[in-house]
Nanobody
């Protein structure tokens, strides 16, 4: 089992920044690829970013590339982060982190474990 707890969401003005955190516990964090997804009201959950076990590989949705950065700390804190800059109203959604134990970085929302989500609201 893996427990994932997101934090860092909130209300921000367009053009602002937020950093989301996802604290992981349970099954070995170093063995999992990690991803961030988001879901806006009335829309399907969509891929945002993913990072490999070691942090050596990352993947981003085109809509956030150049604005968002995913990173992870595999040492003491076992936490994955999503730094979000130049936020836009269309970034408003509930953001979820997820853990996956397959070989490849996945964009599909088929990850093994999910957090409860944190709300991000970007005001225009």
């Amino acid at each position: 089992q893996v427990q994932l707890v997101e934090s860092g969401g909130g209300l921000v003005q367009a053009g602002g920044s937020l950093r989301l955190s996802c604290a992981a516990s349970g099954r070995s964090f170093n063995s999992s690829n990690m991803g961030w997804f988001r879901q806006a009201p009335g829309k399907e959950r969509e891929f945002v970013a993913a990072i490999s076990r070691t942090g050596g590989s990352t993947d981003y949705a085109d809509s956030v590339k150049g604005r968002f950065t995913i990173s992870r700390d595999n040492s003491k804190t076992t936490t994955v982060y999503l730094q979000m800059n130049s936020l836009k109203p269309e970034d408003t959604a509930v953001y979820y982190c997820a853990a996956d134990y397959s070989r490849s970085l996945l964009r599909a929302p088929t990850y093994d474990y999910w957090g409860q989500g944190t709300q991000v609201t970007v005001a225009s």
